[in-house]
Nanobody, 126 residues
Framework: QVQLVESGGGLVQAGGSLRLSCAAS????????MGWFRQAPGKEREFVAA????????LYADSVKGRFTISRDNAKNTVHLQMNSLKPEDTAVYYC???????????????????WGRGTQVTVSS
């Protein structure tokens, strides 16, 4: 059974940092794109960042570019999201996502991913 488990969320003041982690089990995703999405109350789930299988290529939403960094450790089947200079508008539930097969890193629609974690809450106070 495939599981993605996020951790690292919490409450932080504006300008602060958090590091999210996603641990995958049940299968390996080392040869696949992995992504992070987020969903704020009353809003649709939106793309945040994605990373290719080797970590050599990354893609970010314009809203987080320059502040967030996605990385992965294939030996540990984990993906991370380092979030710096956090803003109140970053407040959301953050989800780790993985496809069941090969996808382009430019796949930013949630429907392009097949496996999802339960999410971790990130709250940024002003």
């Amino acid at each position: 059974q495939v599981q993605l488990v996020e951790s690292g969320g919490g409450l932080v003041q504006a300008g602060g940092s958090l590091r999210l982690s996603c641990a995958a089990s049940g299968r390996t995703f080392r040869n696949l794109v992995m992504g992070w999405f987020r969903q704020a109350p009353g809003k649709e789930r939106e793309f945040v960042a994605a990373i290719n299988w080797s970590g050599s290529s990354t893609l970010y939403a314009d809203s987080v570019k320059g502040r967030f960094t996605i990385s992965r450790d294939n030996a540990k089947n984990t993906v991370h999201l380092q979030m710096n200079s956090l803003k109140p508008e970053d407040t959301a539930v953050y989800y780790c996502a993985a496809p069941s097969g090969a996808i382009y890193i430019t796949t930013i629609q949630p429907g392009g991913y097949d496996y999802w974690g339960r999410g971790t809450q990130v709250t940024v106070s002003s």
